[in-house]
């Protein structure tokens, strides 16, 4: 030790220790071992010169593990400084119930020009005729009040055209048109907005 680092000691029903100290000047240091042992160190000496920077710790991730589901994730850091490697374990996400349809889609068949009622949301619109054309109509959501974002197929099953129109105040949109290509075309409304249905299929003009 050099001069002016002087440390003083009391050690009081205890052994003999050991002491290590680095600190400011009038740090103070009490160590206790239960009720035997008392040691009380105060640096009394100027602090020694400032050691030089270390370098900067390059630290790479490792693996990224899943753990069980529920458990507490957990990092492990190996290596030695500064190139170290951190390691992750993430727990599980919970298993998701699986989807299933309830029930089979409703099938609702026509044969000549029908408008759509409320029960119809979610269901398939058949239209068949030999000869006669037949247009699908959507009535205004002041008479019938589906709500957003309802969906109702359409399917074109026999040899005269069907095409879809809006009621007045009714806007549908569709392209190149609305009318179901050809038979066995189908298509789907769907409503994106008050009074505003957009239908998307195999259609033409």
């Known amino acids: 030790m050099t001069a002016g680092n002087e440390i003083s000691v009391s050690v009081a029903n205890g052994p003999a220790v050991d002491v290590a100290v680095a600190g400011a000047i009038g740090d103070t240091l009490t160590v206790t071992n239960g009720s035997t042992a008392s040691i009380t160190v105060t640096s009394v000496g100027d602090r020694g010169p400032k050691g030089d920077t270390g370098p900067a710790t390059t630290l790479t991730?490792?693996?990224?593990?899943?753990?069980?589901?529920?458990?507490?994730?957990?990092?492990?850091?190996?290596?030695?400084?500064?190139?170290?490697?951190?390691?992750?374990?993430?727990?599980?996400?919970?298993?998701?119930?699986?989807?299933?349809?309830?029930?089979?889609?409703?099938?609702?068949?026509?044969?000549?020009?029908?408008?759509?009622?409320?029960?119809?949301?979610?269901?398939?619109?058949?239209?068949?005729?030999?000869?006669?054309s037949i247009t699908v109509t959507v009535p205004a959501g002041s008479s019938v009040a589906?709500?957003?974002?309802?969906?109702?197929?359409?399917?074109?099953?026999?040899?005269?055209?069907?095409?879809?129109?809006?009621?007045?105040?009714?806007?549908?949109?569709?392209?190149?048109?609305?009318?179901l290509r050809a038979q066995y075309s189908a298509a789907t409304l769907i409503l994106v907005a008050s009074d505003l249905w957009l239908l998307i299929g195999d259609l033409s003009s």
């Open 61 to 132: 991730i490792g693996t990224v593990t899943a753990g069980a589901a529920g458990s507490a994730a957990s990092a492990t850091l190996t290596g030695e400084a500064p190139n170290q490697t951190l390691s992750l374990t993430l727990p599980r996400g919970q298993n998701g119930t699986n989807g299933t349809f309830s029930d089979a889609q409703s099938i609702n068949a026509k044969s000549a020009s029908y408008t759509l009622l409320l029960s119809d949301a979610g269901k398939l619109i058949t239209a068949s005729h030999a000869s006669s």
């Open 146 to 179: 589906f709500p957003v974002g309802t969906h109702i197929d359409i399917a074109r099953l026999g040899a005269a055209d069907v095409s879809v129109a809006g009621a007045s105040g009714v806007t549908v949109n569709g392209t190149p048109g609305l009318k």
